[in-house]
């Protein structure tokens, strides 16, 4: 089987063959179509992700496919897969066939396409547990989300939409402006310089770039207010005035989606149904498998929609 394979922390991957994997209890052997490419595996192939398989190894922590072998799903079963190590412990799922712990499999419904089956885990989870566990938004709140071009601030836009929230969306121009949903105010802020936020008047903030635009957008929620963090391409880093902040008594909340990972498992039926039918909606951008670096790249470009995915010949 074709694998991609990383010999060198940050160096670029490789096509090599590979002896395909064998039938083994507890464990589902996978024929992928569809590998997604995220921020997560693009940090454990730079070699600054807390976990990391020996070198060298193939990238990879979700995907969609049709199971070859299995004790606990049947031959032919469309399947998602998500964790188990995929990716930041062993082996991942950019390769033709998949070997995977049984409970990191997921059903995957008739009509959801095997690029979304593999996409939608990672950013449909995060949005869900950040509005709903992590931020308890209640109906009729503001919610100002960062990031709402991207795949999972697009994500939290419709879910705080569908749960009664007035929702403002921070993007770069007009272009992402007008993708924006019905009834969503958008908020054109230059990244390089963030600012024009303080106005916005949000009971919760859902961040996922981080870095200085977190720092312009925490000033736009109210006192008593709560501010997720989600994500940091924009920068691990920040700063902040402690007496300021200190007065506008503003809760900081990161999500970390490893703990949570039951609380995003237990909600991935509902959100693949809601996909589904169309309630949401997930930008995907597909690459060949023998593109995996082009791929990595990609996700760096800024002004870049959802996800990236690998497919199948």
Do not use: K
């Given at each position: 089987?074709?694998?991609?394979?990383?010999?060198?922390?940050?160096?670029?991957?490789?096509?090599?063959?590979?002896?395909?994997?064998?039938?083994?209890?507890?464990?589902?052997?996978?024929?992928?179509?569809?590998?997604?490419?995220?921020?997560?595996?693009?940090?454990?192939?730079?070699?600054?992700?807390?976990?990391?398989?020996?070198?060298?190894?193939?990238?990879?922590?979700?995907?969609?496919?049709?199971?070859?072998?299995?004790?606990?799903?049947?031959?032919?079963?469309?399947?998602?897969?998500?964790?188990?190590?995929?990716?930041?412990?062993?082996?991942?799922?950019?390769?033709?066939?998949?070997?995977?712990?049984d409970?990191?499999?997921?059903?995957?419904?008739?009509?959801?396409?095997?690029?979304?089956?593999?996409?939608?885990?990672?950013?449909?989870?995060?949005?869900?547990?950040?509005?709903?566990?992590?931020?308890?938004?209640?109906?009729?709140?503001?919610?100002?989300?960062?990031?709402?071009?991207g795949?999972?601030?697009?994500?939290?836009?419709?879910?705080?939409?569908?749960?009664?929230?007035?929702?403002?969306?921070?993007?770069?121009?007009?272009?992402?402006?007008?993708?924006?949903?019905?009834?969503?105010?958008?908020?054109?802020?230059?990244?390089?310089?963030?600012?024009?936020?303080?106005e916005?008047?949000?009971?919760?903030?859902?961040?996922?770039?981080?870095?200085?635009?977190?720092?312009?957008?925490?000033?736009?929620?109210?006192?008593?207010?709560?501010?997720?963090?989600?994500?940091y391409?924009?920068?691990?880093?920040?700063?902040?005035?402690?007496?300021?902040?200190?007065?506008?008594?503003?809760?900081?909340?990161?999500?970390?989606?490893?703990?949570?990972?039951?609380?995003?498992?237990?909600?991935?039926?509902?959100?693949?149904?809601?996909?589904g039918?169309?309630?949401?909606?997930?930008?995907?951008?597909?690459?060949?498998?023998?593109?995996?670096?082009?791929?990595?790249?990609?996700?760096?470009?800024?002004?870049h929609?959802?996800?990236?995915?690998?497919?199948?010949?």
């Amino acid at each position: 089987m074709r694998a991609i394979r990383v010999h060198a922390w940050g160096q670029p991957p490789v096509m090599e063959e590979r002896a395909e994997p064998q039938p083994s209890p507890g464990r589902t052997l996978v024929r992928m179509q569809a590998a997604t490419v995220g921020h997560i595996d693009r940090s454990v192939w730079g070699g600054n992700f807390p976990r990391h398989p020996p070198l060298p190894y193939t990238p990879g922590l979700e995907a969609a496919g049709v199971v070859l072998a299995s004790e606990r799903f049947a031959v032919g079963a469309r399947v998602w897969l998500r964790g188990g190590g995929l990716g930041t412990q062993t082996d991942g799922t950019w390769c033709d066939v998949i070997d995977a712990p049984d409970a990191c499999i997921g059903a995957l419904p008739d009509n959801v396409s095997m690029p979304l089956g593999s996409a939608f885990f990672s950013p449909c989870t995060s949005a869900w547990v950040a509005l709903h566990e992590v931020g308890a938004l209640r109906e009729g709140e503001h919610v100002l989300v960062t990031g709402a071009s991207g795949a999972v601030g697009s994500i939290a836009v419709q879910l705080a939409l569908q749960m009664g929230a007035r929702v403002s969306a921070v993007v770069s121009d007009a272009g992402q402006a007008a993708a924006l949903p019905a009834g969503v105010q958008a908020v054109i802020v230059d990244r390089a310089a963030p600012a024009g936020l303080d106005e916005i008047g949000a009971d919760l903030l859902i961040d996922t770039v981080g870095g200085a635009l977190l720092v312009a957008a925490l000033p736009g929620v109210v006192p008593g207010g709560r501010a997720v963090l989600v994500g940091y391409t924009g920068g691990t880093a920040f700063t902040l005035d402690l007496a300021h902040f200190c007065l506008r008594d503003v809760a900081l909340l990161p999500l970390n989606m490893l703990r949570r990972d039951a609380a995003g498992r237990a909600v991935a039926e509902e959100l693949l149904a809601r996909i589904g039918d169309g309630r949401l909606q997930l930008a995907v951008t597909t690459f060949p498998l023998a593109e995996a670096a082009r791929a990595l790249e990609w996700i760096t470009q800024r002004g870049h929609r959802g996800r990236a995915v690998l497919v199948a010949d």
